[in-house]
């Protein structure tokens, strides 16, 4: 049987597709391929980091205050560091960044009106 061996991109409509790209560069680094979009090599990734497909209930409001049936989890070097960049940028902080043994959250809602979590994962040998 074949098997999905990853997720092989993140896809959504945007009214504006050129201003996520241009804010997402701006304000967390990522760098934009013509055409394509972002790309995040799996050689990036650190240690502990992985990707994560779940579905939640419908009736969950873990991704409130976004009405929009999905959220964005992001991987990022420092948490404190990339809530106090969006922030500059415009974005409206969501909530405490929690901290737990698999690392620690973060959420933000972006131009777009997206709930995006923002994830640090743990940097020791756990």
Same mark, same amino acid.
């Given at each position: ?24 560069? &701006? ?7 013509? !055409? ?10 650190? &240690?502990?980091?992985?990707?994560? +497909?779940?579905?939640? $209930? ?14 964005? #989890?992001?991987?990022?070097?420092d948490l404190r560091g990339a809530l106090r960049q969006v922030k500059e940028g415009g974005?409206?902080?969501? !909530?405490?960044? !929690?901290?737990? $043994? ?11 009106? #997206?709930?995006?979590?923002? +994830?640090?994962?743990?940097? !020791?040998?756990?």
């Amino acid at each position: 049987m074949a098997k999905v061996l990853g997720i092989g991109g993140v896809f959504f409509k945007s009214p504006h597709p050129g201003k996520p790209y241009q804010w997402y560069e &701006r304000w967390l680094g990522f760098k934009a391929e013509p !055409g394509s979009g972002f790309a995040f090599p799996p050689q990036d990734m650190p &240690r502990h980091g992985v990707t994560v +497909w779940s579905a939640f $209930e419908s009736t969950t409001d873990y991704f409130a205050p976004s009405a929009k049936e999905y959220m964005f #989890n992001l991987i990022v070097d420092d948490l404190r560091g990339a809530l106090r960049q969006v922030k500059e940028g415009g974005a409206e902080i969501i !909530g405490e960044i !929690g901290e737990y $043994e698999y690392g620690k959250f973060g959420w933000f809602m972006d131009p777009d009106g #997206n709930k995006v979590e923002l +994830w640090e994962p743990p940097t !020791g040998d756990q």
